[in-house]
């Protein structure tokens, strides 16, 4: 079994030295972004953005449907599709074959936008300290050692830096415009965070039943760690705040745990072009303690939560975890919108908690496009109980945490088939 350190001492995007792109990658390239401009320009675009933008204002619609395959995208593009060589332009490459795809064939509400979106150049430091991960293969189940053994050793926790490389971004920026030049619009946006949740990065450095028995053992140092997580995110928020790094996510952005950002609601009427978190939608979960009673998971994680949502124009809440037994407090959230309702969560449950006043994003299981031959009858009855229970409600269907289509590409735009069907007919 390899031993390997997979939580590295930096998070780094595209290093300098491959900021390059070769003329024959870059006319595979073009005409791969002629292909998205002709297929985003269709007017079928602007509906499907005019259908998100009434569903995140809590305006009743039809449900809107997603599906993200995520690993299943390796069985959709697979590496002898793509003919670019140098590894800037294959991840270029590997982007706009799926907004292809999702265009073309998918057959969601998906947004496919004439739009490339350009990351920053930085590094990211950790916590002072990382976990070291042991696997047996690059994919799949893997144990880790947690560095936080003793609560003795919180000093030696600091909050992580970001230091960003502004040259080598221009540099990449300039590459990606004359790249794309008429095609695609080019935008420097950087997705900082997926989750501002913080459980994940806790259970990474306690280690998972370390955590759950610090709750009774050694409860003092656990809040002293996540008052340390809290203030970490705070300042990264400040950080990136002050130095004019963020970007509006009110527009094709993926939120939350599912469903797309667009909102007259955001910016604040008050925006003069500088971004801050109150023009954004935030988000938290805590999948880590799903198996945490309401009561500790309202001690121990939702009260250093709650200061960095309480940042934000729009919340969303929740990925995998079920919020029924938590609704009461969650709902504590300020101007909390999006709200995830899990495979394992009670759906009639969630549905009375919601009602009309939140955005319910209902994830079904992604088992079922986990076979070679999907059940068609199972899934539609399945999404059709779901949406005869949720009427009233503001029902997005979301498909994610896909690890695999079991080498069966058509799932997904099946899948998706049918979901649109039953939606059509609520």
Same mark, same amino acid.
């Given at each position: 079994?390899?031993?390997?350190?997979?939580?590295?001492?930096?998070?780094?995007?595209?290093?300098?030295e491959?900021?390059?792109?070769?003329?024959?990658?870059?006319? %595979?390239l +073009? &005409?791969? !972004?002629?292909?998205l401009?002709?297929?985003?320009?269709?007017?079928?675009?602007? *509906?499907?953005? #005019?259908?998100?933008?009434?569903?995140?204002?809590?305006?009743?619609?039809?449900?809107?449907?997603f599906?993200?395959?995520?690993?299943?995208?390796?069985?959709?593009?697979?590496?002898?599709?793509?003919?670019?060589?140098?590894?800037?332009?294959?991840?270029?490459?590997?982007?706009l074959?799926?907004e292809?795809?999702w265009?073309?064939?998918?057959?969601?509400?998906k947004?496919?936008?004439p739009?490339?979106?350009?990351?920053?150049?930085?590094?990211?430091?950790?916590?002072?300290?990382h976990?070291? %991960?042991? +696997? &047996?293969? !690059?994919?799949?189940?893997?144990?880790w050692e947690?560095?936080?053994?003793?609560? *003795?050793?919180? #000093?030696r926790?600091?909050?992580?830096?970001?230091d960003v490389?502004?040259?080598?971004?221009?540099?990449?920026?300039?590459l990606?415009?004359?790249?794309f030049?008429?095609?695609?619009t080019?935008?420097?946006?950087?997705?900082?965070?997926?989750?501002l949740?913080?459980?994940?990065?806790?259970?990474?450095?306690?280690?998972?039943?370390?955590?759950?028995?610090?709750?009774?053992?050694?409860?003092?140092?656990?809040?002293?760690?996540?008052?340390?997580?809290?203030?970490?995110?705070?300042?990264?928020?400040?950080?990136?705040?002050?130095?004019?790094?963020?970007?509006?996510?009110?527009?094709?952005?993926y939120?939350g745990?599912?469903?797309?950002?667009?909102?007259?609601e955001?910016?604040?009427?008050?925006?003069?072009?500088?971004?801050?978190?109150?023009?954004?939608?935030?988000?938290?979960?805590s999948?880590?303690?799903?198996?945490?009673?309401?009561?500790?998971?309202?001690?121990?994680?939702?009260p250093?939560?709650?200061?960095?949502?309480?940042?934000f124009?729009?919340?969303?809440?929740?990925?995998?975890?079920?919020?029924?037994?938590?609704?009461?407090?969650?709902?504590?959230?300020?101007?909390l919108?999006?709200?995830?309702v899990?495979?394992?969560?009670?759906?009639?449950?969630?549905?009375?908690?919601?009602?009309?006043?939140?955005?319910?994003?209902?994830?079904?299981?992604?088992?079922?496009?986990?076979?070679?031959?999907?059940?068609?009858?199972?899934?539609?009855?399945?999404?059709r109980?779901?949406?005869?229970?949720?009427?009233g409600?503001?029902?997005?269907v979301?498909?994610?945490?896909?690890?695999?289509l079991a080498?069966?590409?058509?799932n997904?735009?099946?899948?998706?088939q049918?979901?649109?069907?039953?939606?059509?007919?609520?």
């Amino acid at each position: 079994m390899a031993d390997q350190t997979v939580a590295s001492l930096f998070t780094q995007s595209i290093p300098r030295e491959e900021i390059l792109v070769s003329a024959v990658d870059r006319d %595979v390239l +073009r &005409s791969l !972004a002629g292909e998205l401009a002709e297929l985003a320009n269709r007017d079928i675009e602007q *509906d499907k953005a #005019d259908l998100w933008r009434r569903h995140n204002a809590l305006e009743p619609t039809r449900p809107v449907v997603f599906c993200d395959p995520e690993n299943g995208w390796n069985e959709i593009i697979t590496p002898d599709q793509i003919q670019c060589e140098g590894s800037l332009a294959r991840s270029w490459e590997t982007h706009l074959r799926k907004e292809i795809y999702w265009a073309d064939s998918m057959g969601d509400d998906k947004v496919v936008d004439p739009v490339l979106r350009v990351r920053h150049v930085y590094t990211e430091s950790d916590w002072g300290m990382h976990e070291r %991960v042991s +696997r &047996s293969e !690059a994919q799949g189940s893997y144990r880790w050692e947690a560095p936080l053994v003793n609560y *003795d050793l919180l #000093d030696r926790l600091h909050f992580p830096t970001i230091d960003v490389d502004r040259e080598a971004t221009e540099q990449l920026m300039l590459l990606a415009g004359e790249t794309f030049a008429d095609l695609l619009t080019v935008e420097l946006n950087t997705q900082w965070w997926w989750t501002l949740g913080m459980t994940w990065t806790l259970i990474n450095l306690r280690g998972f039943t370390q955590f759950m028995l610090d709750m009774y053992d050694h409860p003092a140092g656990l809040h002293r760690l996540m008052e340390i997580l809290r203030d970490g995110h705070v300042s990264k928020l400040d950080f990136l705040e002050d130095n004019d790094l963020l970007s509006l996510n009110n527009d094709n952005t993926y939120v939350g745990s599912g469903g797309f950002g667009f909102t007259d609601e955001l910016p604040q009427t008050d925006f003069t072009g500088r971004v801050r978190t109150t023009d954004m939608w935030g988000f938290c979960e805590s999948q880590e303690t799903v198996g945490v009673s309401p009561d500790m998971f309202e001690e121990f994680v939702f009260p250093y939560q709650l200061p960095i949502l309480e940042r934000f124009g729009l919340n969303c809440y929740g990925c995998c975890e079920p919020l029924d037994k938590r609704w009461h407090v969650v709902k504590r959230i300020p101007r909390l919108r999006r709200v995830s309702v899990s495979p394992w969560a009670d759906v009639e449950a969630m549905a009375e908690n919601l009602g009309g006043d939140y955005i319910y994003s209902f994830k079904p299981s992604p088992a079922d496009l986990a076979r070679p031959n999907i059940d068609a009858d199972r899934i539609r009855a399945e999404l059709r109980r779901a949406m005869d229970i949720t009427r009233g409600c503001r029902l997005e269907v979301i498909m994610k945490d896909n690890h695999t289509l079991a080498n069966t590409p058509s799932n997904a735009a099946r899948w998706c088939q049918i979901a649109r069907e039953e939606a059509e007919k609520t």
